[in-house]
Structure formats: C-alpha cells, structure tokens
C-alpha cells in the first residue's frame, strides 16, 4: 500500500483508507469483535486511516473499542470522526460524547455536511490549538455544497477536504483541487465507486466496457478501474 502526505497535516496516510458507514454499525459482542477484525486486517494491508461519524451509528464506539487490542494500542491508526450539528452548544455536546466512545482520541475532526461550519469549524481550531485534536476538515456528499466548502477553505481553518470523487463526478477539479493545491489542504476522496444516492450511476454507465487493455494496470473489475483511474490522478498537478 502507497502512502501520501496528507497536505499541511504532514500525516503520511494511505492511499485508499477505510470508511466505516455501515460496515462498522455493527451492536453489541458480535460489532466489536467484527471492527476489531476488520481493522487489523486494514492494517495488515498498510491502509491507517480510519473515517467514522456520529451518524454511523455503533461505528465510533466500535473503533474505541478496538484501538487497545490493535499493536501498539492503536498508535498506527489515524482516527477521523465528524460532527453533525447546527448550533455550537449542539456540537460541543457531540463532540464531548464521540472523545467518549472513541477513548479520547480523535485524529482528524471534520465538519459533516457542513452543519452550522461557520460557528463550528473555529471550535474546532480551538480544539486543534489545544492540542485535543491533530487537524480539522469540513466535508459534504454533494457538488453543491462546494461553494461553502470553498468559504471554509479560505478561512485558513481547515486542515483538510473530504469531497466526492469518480469518474462520473469531476466537479472538484474544476474549482477545489486546484484550491486546495494552493493552500497545501489534505483532500480525501469519498464514493471513488458509486455516488452516494445514485449507487449505481457509474457502475452502470460503464459496464460492458472491455477491460483487457487495463490488465496490465492491475484492472480485475469496475470498480478497481474506478479506482485505479483515481490513483492515477497526481496530486501535485
């Protein structure tokens, strides 16, 4: 696994990291010993970032549980986590309870769908400053948010983007890559395969494509195209 410098964080982080929507949701005994599974096996296979949410149900509280029973407690992992909440007292509350569940650990905080980013993300640089977390990020599903994605990049408060990304959505590389190449931001790619509420559009669009003059790059299926078409991009261009 290749790993990349994730912008002014410094962070060398791998190329593809691990999302926990859904398959981390998992209650109870048979959850945590499934996410302790599931992130060794992410580790063994040289991917350290790990991306939660409040919204995703037992999936901090999972990762909290696994991070003491992982080598060397965890230290390996980067943990990301949101917040969700339109009002400051809203997420200091969400927050406090995701430090709780996660065991006090939080990596990268990100605003989730840029709920109430203007009065949160300078919470979050405070939290940065303090020394509680190690970088902040904002983040949205839809190219429509871009805008206010891209106020929040100005602000100089963001260390790091979480945007969609694939062959059928290329709107980020028109106005936020080329910013965030600019401001040394860290930018993580979410549905590099199917777009959040359309999970089909681009696997159907493409398929019947003839694969063969991709084996050489390592091209086994679609989404290892899609992939692979991602991995290619070069960061610094």
């Not at 407690?73 to 339109?86: E, F, P, R, W």
């Not at 969609?164 to 965030?180: I, S, T």
């Amino acid at each position: 696994m290749q790993q990349r410098t994730l912008g002014r964080t410094g962070w060398r982080v791998s190329e593809i990291s691990c999302g926990t929507y859904q398959t981390f949701d998992v209650p109870g005994a048979a959850g945590r010993a499934q996410v302790l599974a599931l992130m060794r096996a992410n580790l063994a296979a040289g991917v350290n970032l790990f991306d939660s949410a409040p919204m995703y149900g037992h999936s901090e509280a999972n990762i909290g549980a696994a991070l003491p029973a992982l080598p060397r407690g965890g230290a390996d992992c980067l943990i990301a986590t949101k917040v969700l909440q339109s009002s400051l007292a809203g997420a200091r509350q969400q927050i406090a309870h995701s430090f709780q569940v996660i065991g006090g650990r939080i990596d990268l905080l990100q605003i989730h769908n840029m709920a109430g980013w203007r009065e949160v993300l300078p919470h979050l640089a405070e939290l940065k400053a303090q020394g509680r977390i190690g970088a902040t990020g904002v983040t949205h599903y839809s190219s429509g948010a871009f805008g206010e994605i891209e106020a929040a990049m100005r602000t100089g408060l963001a260390d790091v983007i979480q945007v969609p990304y694939n062959l059928g959505e290329r709107e980020v590389e028109r106005r936020l890559l080329p910013l965030a190449r600019e401001m040394n931001l860290g930018v993580l790619v979410m549905t590099p395969i199917r777009p959040l509420f359309r999970r089909g559009a681009l696997l159907d669009r493409l398929r019947g494509l003839e694969l063969a003059p991709f084996r050489d790059y390592g091209v086994s299926d679609l989404g290892s195209l899609c992939l692979k078409w991602l991995l290619s991009k070069d960061p610094d261009v």
